[in-house]
Structures are given as C-alpha cells and as structure tokens.
C-alpha cells in the first residue's frame, strides 16, 4: 500500500467529483436567490383587484378567482420546490464525497488488459 496517495484529475484538471460539490453550492445559492425573489414578487402584486377586473370583464360570479388561485397553485409549487432542494444538495454532497474518494482509493480507474 502506498501512504500517499492522490487524488484522480479529469481532463481538465480537476480532481474528480468536485463538480458535485460545487453543484451542491449552486443549488443552494439558487435557492436562497430565488427565495429572495420570488416571495417578494408574489406578496407585492394586489390579487384580490386583479380577481375584481377579470370578474368584471369576464362577467363571472363571485366564486370566480382565478388571480387567487394561480397564486395559491405558485406558491404550494414554490414550497414543494424549495422543501425539496436541500435534500438534492446533500445527494449532490453525498456523490462528490463517494467519487472523490473512489478516485483516491482505486486502483488503475479503469479496465484492465492482461
């Protein structure tokens, strides 16, 4: 065995499973990104006027609040969204780590010939 051992570099020069790692950055700077933007928007725009308008071009009845609902359908989409990106940066995590170590702790990295 040897005692040092080093890590696997791709083609460019990066050691193999660092672009999971760095992915995980990304989609939780994204994340944060967007929920600084998005709940900002969405709490700014003035539905119950816009379901008032539309009632009153579309001739609808009282129940009718589209504006309202697209709203509520977003933000139930946004939440899922948010709940679940997390959990795909810790399998981003998860799979950087396993690859890294792999590419360490392997032998020749690929098929052999006899």
Known sequence: MKANRKFKEDENG???GIDYLI?????LVMSALAIAIVYPIISGVPIASIDTSLRTALGGGA???PAANST?????????????????AL??????IIIVLLSAFSGAGGRQTL
């Not at 992915?23 to 989609?27: E, H, N, T, Y």
């Not at 509520?72 to 795909?88: A, E, I, R, W, Y």
């Open 63 to 65: 129940a009718m609040t």
């Open 14 to 16: 990066f050691i193999m």
């Open 91 to 96: 399998v981003y995590i998860a799979a950087g």
């Open 72 to 88: 509520n359908t977003l933000l139930t989409t946004t939440g899922t969204v948010m709940g679940l990106n997390p959990m795909m």
């Open 23 to 27: 992915g995980a950055i990304l989609v």
